[in-house]
């Protein structure tokens, strides 16, 4: 038992620009990341616009991992509405793709003055730990509010509230190997963690045991904290003792492994003997995560 990112478009008005990445991702000493811009393949920038997103990107605060952010830097008003440039950031092991989502322009005491569902198939894929650029078109109907101030406003998703709370979801196999027993104490388990941010998906350790051929299996519950369903592929993992040393790390492809909205989901991970580089490693404390993409 093994544990453990298209609709009709309307963003035309978009500018289209040349995808190139700028700097390497970097990881603070506090484990904050500091994304790469990544530009559309289709967009068309003068170096002096390039340099001007380069600019406003390296004023964007860290994020933490696992995390999809959207900061706005720039409101452009027109007689029919008006468009906001924004940063959309994506600190998430893997590459993500977005469909429709909600958005929320709020003033400066956080209250919403305009909002609008967006179709982003057009911006393709958002590569992991990347900061991409895109325009946002709100139209006159989509106000809120009769003015939309120039200054002290905000962009951000609209998180709606969730119709259940967040629940333990088993695959097949697990379903009819474990006692019901262990499945209480996963039950258990989950509900005594400290609730995700929204969007937020985070890998957390259960057990680490030797097999008898002496690989070393890893159980890790992969927390979805988002209102939609993940499809995971492929993920790197590594695994770092209690004395900060790295134990293994790995590559794992997965068959149509899916999180549902909302829930956390054990699996176990098995590193091959060959792949435990640490020979007695300190186990009484450890961790599991995604490298940092270079």
Not at 25 to 36: C, F, M, P, R
Not at 113 to 125: N, R, S, T, V
Request: with cysteine; net charge negative; charged share 25%.
């Amino acid at each position: 038992m093994a544990l453990f990112t298209r609709k009709k478009k309307n963003n035309d008005e978009i500018e289209k620009q040349e995808q190139t990445p700028v700097q390497e991702t970097e990881i603070s000493t506090e484990g904050l990341v500091k994304t790469t811009l990544s530009f559309h393949p289709d967009w068309e920038l003068t170096n002096q616009e390039k340099y001007v997103y380069q600019f406003k990107h390296e004023q964007l605060p860290l994020l933490k991992p696992n995390q999809i952010s959207i900061t706005g830097t720039k409101l452009i008003q027109y007689n029919d509405g008006f468009v906001v440039v924004a940063f959309l950031r994506n600190t998430l092991p893997k590459a993500v793709r977005f469909e429709a989502v909600d958005l929320l322009l709020l003033d400066e005491n956080g209250q919403a003055i305009a909002k609008k569902q967006f179709e982003l198939d057009g911006l393709d894929e958002l590569p992991s730990m990347a900061c991409r650029p895109w325009r946002f078109l709100f139209s006159n109907e989509d106000k809120l509010v009769e003015k939309i101030p120039e200054h002290g406003w905000k962009i951000a998703f609209e998180l709606k509230q969730s119709q259940s709370k967040h629940q333990l979801e088993l695959a097949e196999s697990w379903e009819n190997q474990i006692s019901p027993l262990q499945k209480e104490h996963l039950e258990k388990l989950v509900a005594s963690l400290p609730k995700l941010s929204p969007g937020e998906v985070n890998f957390m350790g259960i057990e680490t045991k030797y097999t008898p051929e002496q690989n070393l299996a890893v159980t890790v519950l992969i927390r979805n904290g988002s209102e939609k369903n993940i499809m995971l592929e492929q993920i790197p993992l590594i695994v770092e003792d209690a004395d900060g040393d790295i134990v293994c790390q790995g590559g794992f492809k997965l068959d149509q492994f899916e999180v549902k909205a909302n829930t956390s989901k054990p699996w176990t991970f098995i590193f091959p003997k060959e792949l435990v580089t640490k020979e007695k490693p300190n186990l009484t404390k450890w961790k599991v995560y995604p490298p940092a993409k270079q």
